[in-house]
T-cell receptor, first 112, second 116 residues
């Protein structure tokens, strides 16, 4: 069964540093997403990406964040100048249309 | 925006019993309602979903019901097994607005424990 692959599985970074989280969505999907889950809390929407541009973003997704699809397979989330409160699980997801989202296993980001 | 409320936050059942998790949503424009199972250290896994033109959907031991008038939907797991123990999330999604986004709004999750 097709999978969404995320790397790394765990990232530890110093406060103020930049991190890039990587995702390989399912190949024939057209819609890509990043979600965040702070420990013990619900999954929160960050951003959606379609047709090589951001289609929607939440209040969380401020200027500190950016997304990119640098080639035909990768989808990245960049977090500039990380803060302690950015520590969370970050999930990438993809869908062919609006149904049957597939989530990756996540990247646990720890900011120290 | 959409708001999804989920209850209970924790649920313990004996193996073989049924489990029911309930969610309500606020936006009457929502028309797609998936349920996800999340095991420790893993990403959410889609287990069943329902569209607003259907009132009930079943897949083996799992079923979902939807009441559009009341804006609530429920997950039913029958004959529970220890491997059903996980956190379950409901979610809601609005009809496509043409903005190229199918954003999901999640509930806070239910930690289900199945006691052998």
């Amino acid at each position: 069964e097709p999978e969404v692959t995320q790397t790394p599985s765990h990232q530890v970074t110093q406060m103020g540093q930049e991190v890039i989280l990587r995702c390989v969505p399912i190949s024939n999907h057209l819609y890509f997403y990043w979600y965040r889950q702070i420990l013990g809390q619900k999954v929160e929407f960050l951003v959606s990406f379609y047709n090589n541009e951001i289609s929607e973003k939440s209040e969380i997704f401020d200027d500190q964040f950016s997304v990119e699809r640098p080639d035909g397979s990768n989808f990245t989330l960049k977090i500039r100048s990380t803060k302690l409160e950015d520590s969370a699980m970050y999930f990438c997801a993809s869908s062919s249309q609006g149904y049957g989202y597939t989530f990756g296993s996540g990247t646990r980001l720890t900011v120290v | 925006g959409e708001n999804v409320e989920q209850h209970p936050s924790t649920l313990s059942v004996q193996e073989g019993d049924s489990a029911v998790i309930k969610c309500t949503y606020s936006d009457s424009a929502s028309n797609y309602f998936p349920w996800y199972k999340q095991e420790l250290g893993k990403g959410p896994q889609l287990i069943i979903d329902i569209r607003s033109n259907v009132g009930e959907k079943k897949d083996q031991r799992i079923a979902v019901t939807l009441n559009k008038t009341a804006k609530h939907f429920s997950l039913h797991i029958t004959e529970t097994q220890p491997e059903d123990s996980a956190v379950y999330f409901c979610a809601a999604r609005k009809a496509y607005s043409g903005a190229g986004s199918y954003q999901l709004t999640f509930g806070k999750g239910t930690k289900l424990s199945v006691i052998p």
